[in-house]
């Protein structure tokens, strides 16, 4: 969400203008992921749901779980962002108080814009990704006057030592601030419209704060940097597979022996709790994020100054992609059905008659919308790089 990619060691010599940095490169990858879920949702609803191994088919499964890997990442590098941002001002005092305003100013961004693009109406208050991070940001204000020992430490207990902590099941009045903070999803029934909180503040500010942390390997150089990162890569992924095997620890859904056969078993293997994010899918998804930043720092040619040019502009895409996604979807199912109807959250029993999923046609869509916002994109990164006006940096 912030950007501080000048901060990073590029390579000199001829090639040095071709090559972008792991950092935007991994993030742009993340938010064309990203894209597919939501569209997934809005184009291709299904009645059954994707993570359920014993009826959904391996390629439903394996389009949500591949999308597990965005929100990890993009908070990780949200808080090394902050650190490189940190690096170019005067002191921390005004790195914290942007970090206040911003934060507050994206959990306005939700609860406003978001949550309308996302179910037409107010039916619900959502809090997803765009609140959490926002909130992680406030906390973050104040993290970063903390040692670096001290916040590493605080930041790997909560990620490692939460499923010690108590949930707060079922969501009361007199538990609601501890169900924002931790558990989930957390849904309140408010009047008169309930509150769904799916993703909670501690565990993702823990990620945050984690990526924060690891700022300072993105200062080093490009040797050191890659083999901090694969060090840390296999290690999160090496603890993924010790505990998933022995489903000792780390995930309150065990894994288990399907019967539908042997890719079930695997695909079984693979479905960690993302709400709230537990011990074993931080594991997994920061795991292999962490080693695609050690393959991706200076990638050469089209396909990483593709992906550089969404990592670099975040919050436009973010906005941008729900506006092409939601919009589209509601035309199309005004044209299609005689009425608009938001597939992704309304109940089974009031979808249209000749409504039927298709997973190829929320792959075109996909295609297609990623496809229409390099241009946009690439115009407002120019138009940032050519303007500082305050008010870009809340953008």
Not at 129 to 156: C, D, E, Q
Not at 212 to 235: D, E, I, K
Not at 291 to 315: C, D, F, K, Q
Not at 354 to 371: I, K, Q
Request: hydrophobic share 55%.
């Amino acid at each position: 969400m912030l950007q501080a990619t000048t901060s990073l060691p590029l390579p000199a010599g001829p090639a040095a203008t071709t090559r972008v940095p792991a950092v935007d490169v991994v993030r742009g990858l993340a938010m064309v992921i990203m894209a597919l879920d939501h569209i997934r949702e809005f184009w291709c609803a299904t009645r059954v749901r994707p993570e359920d191994v014993a009826h959904a088919s391996a390629l439903l499964f394996l389009t949500r779980w591949i999308t597990h890997f965005c929100a990890p990442t993009f908070v990780f590098l949200a808080g090394v962002s902050i650190f490189l941002y940190q690096q170019k001002q005067a002191g921390r005092g005004k790195v914290s108080r942007f970090l206040l305003t911003r934060g507050l100013w994206l959990v306005v961004l939700e609860l406003v814009l978001i949550n309308f693009l996302l179910q037409w109406g107010y039916n619900l208050v959502l809090l997803e990704v765009i609140w959490v991070l926002g909130w992680s940001m406030v906390l973050l204000a104040g993290l970063i006057w903390l040692p670096r020992w001290l916040l590493v430490t605080l930041a790997l207990a909560m990620i490692a030592g939460q499923h010690l902590l108590p949930t707060a099941q079922p969501v009361t009045a007199s538990n609601l601030l501890w169900a924002l903070l931790y558990g989930g999803p957390a849904f309140f029934q408010m009047s008169p419209v309930p509150l769904l909180a799916a993703y909670t503040i501690l565990p993702w500010t823990a990620v945050m704060a984690a990526g924060y942390a690891a700022g300072p390997w993105f200062r080093a150089g490009l040797a050191q940097r890659t083999r901090w990162l694969r060090l840390a890569g296999v290690a999160a992924l090496l603890l993924f597979v010790g505990l998933r095997a022995t489903n000792w620890y780390g995930d309150p859904a065990p894994w288990s022996t399907q019967p539908r056969g042997p890719g079930y078993s695997l695909l079984s293997f693979l479905d960690v709790t993302k709400y709230p994010p537990s011990l074993l899918f931080l594991s997994l998804t920061l795991g292999v994020a962490l080693l695609l930043l050690s393959a991706t720092e200076g990638l050469p040619g089209r396909l990483g100054r593709w992906l550089s040019i969404y990592g670099r502009v975040p919050l436009f895409y973010f906005v941008l992609h729900f506006c092409l996604v939601s919009g589209g979807a509601f035309i199309w199912t005004t044209l299609a059905f005689g009425k608009a109807i938001n597939l992704s959250f309304a109940p089974v029993k009031d979808w249209p008659a000749g409504y039927h999923p298709s997973l190829l046609r929320a792959y075109v869509v996909w295609g297609c919308v990623v496809g229409l916002m390099y241009w946009p994109c690439r115009w407002y990164q120019g138009y940032k790089q050519r303007h500082s006006y305050w008010w870009l940096s809340y953008l």
